[in-house]
């Protein structure tokens, strides 16, 4: 079963995102995506939250 995780922008903390992961890779650091912030207006750093 995949994990579910939140993804929050490093500009302004709003948390816009929410996606999965496999397990096996849960142990390993936290994902990063460039994804579009509405807050923001542009395109920023997302990292999971825990």
Do not use: D, F, Q, W
Request: charge should be positive; aromatic fraction near 4%; proline fraction near 4%.
């Amino acid at each position: 079963m995949r994990e579910k995780v939140l993804l929050i922008c490093s500009e302004c903390l709003s948390r816009n995102y929410t996606t999965t992961r496999a397990p096996k890779t849960v142990a390993s650091e936290r994902l990063e995506r460039r994804k579009y912030c509405p807050r923001c207006g542009r395109v920023t750093l997302h990292k999971e939250s825990r």
